[in-house]
Nanobody, 126 residues
Framework: QVQLVESGGGLVQAGGSLRLSCAAS????????MGWFRQAPGKEREFVGV????????HYTDSVKGRFTISRDNAKNRVSLQMNSLKSEDTAIYYC???????????????????WGQGTQVTVSS
């Protein structure tokens, strides 16, 4: 089981940027596809993006394409989510998650992920 800890959340004005980080311990991050999810008040947890174990296959939900970028550094056991041009509708708790998967797979549902961080709050003021 991999332990995940997110950081980097906060309050930002619309149009601003934040960079979230997810640090892993106990297991090597290279064994996992890494996803980012978010959950707004009263809503279900939704997929934001995923990066494969290979690091070169990345998918995003349509609402963040062109604004968010996922990257991973297996040597540092860390994955990041760069968020630019933030909108009020991006306000949510953001979670990173790990999925045991094939090298090029990019799981996109919560059910495919076995390990989750505690989440970090992102609030975008309009």
């Amino acid at each position: 089981q991999v332990q995940l800890v997110e950081s980097g959340g906060g309050l930002v004005q619309a149009g601003g940027s934040l960079r979230l980080s997810c640090a892993a311990s106990r297991r090597a991050l290279s064994d996992y596809a890494m996803g980012w999810f978010r959950q707004a008040p009263g809503k279900e947890r939704e997929f934001v993006g995923v990066i494969s174990r290979s690091g070169d296959i990345i998918h995003y939900t349509d609402s963040v394409k062109g604004r968010f970028t996922i990257s991973r550094d297996n040597a540092k056991n860390r994955v990041s989510l760069q968020m630019n041009s933030l909108k009020s509708e991006d306000t949510a708790i953001y979670y990173c998650a790990a999925a045991s998967s094939a090298y090029f797979d990019t799981p996109r549902t919560v059910y495919e992920y076995s390990d989750w961080g505690q989440g970090t709050q992102v609030t975008v003021s309009s």
